[in-house]
């Protein structure tokens, strides 16, 4: 394998290597390198708290994601101190098809320590093929006390605990312009009715589109549209029915499903409403989710945006994201100001092996320790770890995010596609919701994804 | 790395040493054995194992683990999307292998014996060279969409002579059956050149004094073709044809670099990649390939056949 390090020095060279070697060249990376490493390794570790984890100097633990440069490096980053303090090598690699390679190399009995598993449907899969190991005590006792009951039961199999959460997402969020609400005195929406009469207003002023859209992603085309209607199943329906119907206890082309979809369509199959800047409505089939927020501030077709926090990185160099700025992010409300429904993802470590040094790694990362950490070299990365200090994160939309997460009255839900059987949830869903934002009726949409159903 | 080159180094020291073993009158026989059997174990290992494994799989249910007969075929034949499938296999191989040798034979006879040859060959000859990925990735630039609004202008090329035509720019991708036929069109690009290749090398292989002989007998043009030159290059017509029919069958890159296999374009190499590998139905995508294979299979023996008979003129 390329990439593996065996020292740390070598490690931060080649850390620098890769971050700088991108923007300057490959001069002077040797010494960024050194001085990288050193700069992270002085500042304010304290090892005591990894003492409990015993000797294991010289181990090494590997680690599999699909996230890769650049994003990686602040998992890198992230895993300095433990590596520093108990002597362990950390070996990340990360594969941008890793869902399937992850399948292949369980299967394959060749699986690396630690994955980072960012499905809990994929995590059901890796469990069944009898090659995970179950949680040690430790990090179930830390996944009690840091995060909400809910994210338990999504890494949890056959009444087992599994893995412990580390990124969260929130995917209820609305993109809009705050120098455009502030001219045109436009509100922030508390309830999904004021959105509505929001979106009634904004497409009488005129000269702009309420919203635009877009749910090309190559093969995975769709998916953008799972996730609006999984917000609306939410909130039409609430966190019960929303769980039977991920769960399949309520049939897909039921009474429920379709007023959620309906819901969805009275947005995005609405020629008055969409696509600004883009299109009718059919040309959502066709503009890609990266491409399709950007008419907010970019020739400002649209007005809102409904996308996962992450998208501020789609924004161009040069944009202010911020409550001030060009662009930020509302929570999409929910039927009413008092119910706080939020619709997010996240990823789970999941371990392969029960060595020492995989477990005493995978109680690190269960800590708000690591969580911290992790919060203070990322960009665009939170967590739902309660010990997460909103201060540590950086930008604006991660504290955003961090509020809606750690808010008491918030019912989180997982994405519902991500749980459901592969083929409803990476197939069917997708595939069908792309032929009804291309015309398909809703009942015929609904009744093919339900027939699709594994039986 | 260096293990796996020892090892390799290892492994035929053996077998020529074993070879060194045989005397007497059937020896040559033997060392013929002892040199193929590794390639013979790969061949086993890498396609007679999986193959069968495929075909055993192809009875079982989506996890594997339940024998389900011939559930997963009945599927294939039954189920709507399924048979968009079928539908649009079907007409990639009867347009493809026929309109891209079509227009390699015109291109061929066009510019055999013209002043720029090598040249236009060359640019015909261009495309074999890039991915089918690449070639995908430019002909979506050429479909590319935008909206028909005052300050948006047209980056897709089809859609810009549409505008200057007078007409409203199409999301060309989209409906279905037409965007099928569009992906068959970068097939088509793409082979074509392979297509000009080998027929331009037939006409040339045809033997002047038949060629004089027609002249001498005042034939016309279109005679020409029809009475000298198809009749001569056949056996290389029908190897091109059966050669990129194989090709079109197996086709994947391009529909799922294109479109992904949505909008009702899926194809059945592709269906089986996403069967199996993101919808987690394994018995099914077994299935797929197992029909995919079996559609190969005569295609294949026929133009083996047609090759030895052309190699035999």
Redesign the interface.
Known sequence: MFGQSRSQRLRGALAGTLGLGLVVGLAACGGSGDSDDDSTAKQSIDCSQFSSYGDLKGKKVTVFASIVTPEDKAYTDSYKPFEDCTGVDIVYQGDKSFE?QILVQAKAGNPPDIAIVPQPGLLK?LVATGKAVEAPAEVAANVDKFWDKAWRGYATVDGKFYAAPSGASVKSLIWYSPTEFKEKGYQVPTTLDQLKELSDKIAADGGRKPWCAGIA??????WPITDWMEDFMLRLNGPEAYDKWVKHEIPFNGPESTAALDGVGAYLKNDKYV?G????V??I??TTFQDAGLPIVD?NTCSLHRQASFYAANFPKGTKVAEDGDVFAFYLPGKDASSKPVLGGGEFNLAFADRPEVKAFQTYLSTDTWANNKAKVSQGWVSANKGIDPNNLSNPIDKLAAKILLDPNTVFRFDGSDQM???IG??AF??QT??WI?GQDTKTTVDNIEN?W?K | MLAAILLFAAVVGVILFVATLFRGRRADRWVAYAYLAPTLVMLLVGLVYPGLRTIYQSFFN?AGNAFIGLDNYQTIFTDP?QLTVLRNTVFWVLVTPFVATAVGLLYAILVDKSKFESAAKALVFLPMAISFVGASIIWKFVYE?????G??KQIGLLNQILVWLGGKPQ?W??DSPLNTFLLIVIMIWIQAGFAMTVLSAAIKAIPDDIVEAARLDGVTAWGMFRFVTLPAIRPAVVVVLTTIGIGTLKVFDIV?TA??????TSVVANEFY??S?????QGLGAALAVLLFLLVIPIVVYNIRQLRRSEAL
């Open positions: 399937t899969q992603s190559g093969e995975a085309t769709g696509n800047g883009l299109g009718d059919k040309s089939a066709t020739g059987p592969a083929a990476s197939n997708w595939k792309t032929s291309t699709a594994p | 989506a999307d969409y935008r909206p028909d609004q300050n948006v999301q991708l989209v799922r479109t992904g296999g949505q909008f009702d996403s069967q590998f993101r919808s987690d139905n």
